[in-house]
């Protein structure tokens, strides 16, 4: 594969900023996804900032797992077998904290006729050890103890997961989250944190109306989706059907969106997709830095049935998205690997901050003017 396809039109600059690493889960290529535990090791590789889903329980608590159901991480079918709804899954905002803690946590699974196997094979081991679902309380307050105790300021991105489904639930776990956050004194562009969603309507209803409720002022990050996942879905006739996100891609969607975001978070395949075989660079980034939008795209993960073969390696990969595409930061499962790398790019006097610092790119990878 030649590196060099399609790089001119779209190509980097002289110099390229430190990209921000976020851990995607915590260290979640190490330990189960979203555990205080995956969370305290991604802490020590030093990431920017530590990600945390939310999803919320029967009883209003944030609980901080990627899904709104609990049958991929948990023993929930075990302890509660009575308890799935007639789809079949058994849904967080169904349970109350006290029983959400009665449960296990695993690596993720999948179900299949066979039973379950490793959704990762070569991580963590199911059903290993012992873990928990947290509360966002529970996290902020590990985080910010260990900023106390080692001195690091490790920041947070929290999202919040399918607000659509949670209104359609008769919750509003925007305004919970917000005002949790602003309790941990998250209010301010001067606190480390983006705050995401997948959801336009729900982030244009932060900036306008909640933010300026609460006296709040958050980085927003929109994340966009393939319409085809369901991120969102829209009731239409008492029919659910999928949120179309074609527009953010399509001419004047990144306008549109940095009239109320301070940055994007695309899939990493909207950056760089792979067609016929060979790895071509769009324009978004470009187009979003005219728009002066951040650009944080997911998720880089390390295991090697994760790579496509075009690109090789989780090294190229990086190479391509840090110096060749010029994204502001990027989600990862391997955080140590990610800032290994960004590591080696940078020059030994730069230093680890959360900040980023201009560096510049070695010749053999200078493209631009
Ligand atoms: O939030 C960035 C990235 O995490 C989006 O994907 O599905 O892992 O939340 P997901
Ligand atoms: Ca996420």
Redesign the pocket.
């Known amino acids: 594969m030649s590196l060099g396809a399609n790089a001119a039109a779209t190509g980097p600059e002289a110099s390229v900023k430190r990209p921000i690493v ?1 851990a ?2 915590g260290a979640s290529g190490y330990l189960p996804e979203h555990t205080l535990e995956a969370k305290a090791l991604a802490y020590a590789m030093r990431p920017d900032y530590i ?1 945390q ?1 939310l999803v919320l329980s029967k009883d209003d608590r944030l609980i901080v797992m ?1 899904d709104i159901h609990l049958d991929y991480t948990t023993d929930v079918a075990s302890v509660f077998p009575e308890r799935a709804r007639t789809d079949g899954h058994y849904y967080t905002i169904d349970f109350t904290l006290e029983e959400l803690k009665r449960l296990r946590v695993s690596e993720a699974f999948v179900t299949g006729v066979d039973g379950a196997s490793a959704k990762y094979p070569n991580r963590f081991p199911l059903w290993k050890s012992h873990f928990q679902l947290s509360t966002l309380e529970e996290e902020l307050e590990l985080i910010q103890g260990l900023n106390r105790t080692l001195g690091y300021d490790v920041g947070i ?1 929290p ?1 919040i ?1 399918k607000p659509w489904f949670h209104h359609r639930e008769g919750k509003d776990i925007t305004a919970l989250a917000l005002a949790k956050l602003k309790q941990f004194g998250y209010s301010g562009r001067d606190q480390k944190i983006y705050l ?1 969603c ?1 959801d336009a309507e729900e982030l244009q209803r932060i900036r306008r109306e909640l933010m300026p409720q609460l006296d709040m002022d958050l980085a927003l990050v929109q ?1 966009i989706a393939d319409t085809e996942w369901g ?1 969102k879905q829209i009731e239409s006739d008492g029919e659910l059907s999928n949120y179309n996100y074609d527009w953010m891609l399509e001419p004047g969607g990144i306008e549109r969106i940095a009239g109320y975001a301070d940055g994007i ?1 695309p ?1 990493f395949g909207m950056l760089a997709p792979i067609e016929e075989g060979q790895l071509q660079i769009t324009d978004l980034v470009q187009r979003a830095h005219r728009q002066h939008l951040q650009v ?1 795209p ?2 880089f993960r390390a295991d090697p049935d994760q790579i496509p073969a075009e690109i090789g390696s989780f090294e190229q990969l990086l190479h391509i998205a840090v110096q060749r595409i010029g994204v502001d930061g990027l ?1 990862t499962d391997h955080p140590d690997k990610a800032l290994a790398y960004i590591s080696r790019m940078t020059e030994p006097e730069t230093k680890h901050s959360g900040s980023p610092a201009q560096v510049p790119l070695d010749n053999e990878q200078v493209t631009g003017p």
């Open positions: 976020i995607h889960r990600e889903d990627h991105y999202e997961k995401q997948f994340l991120e978070g899939w944080h997911y998720t989600f």
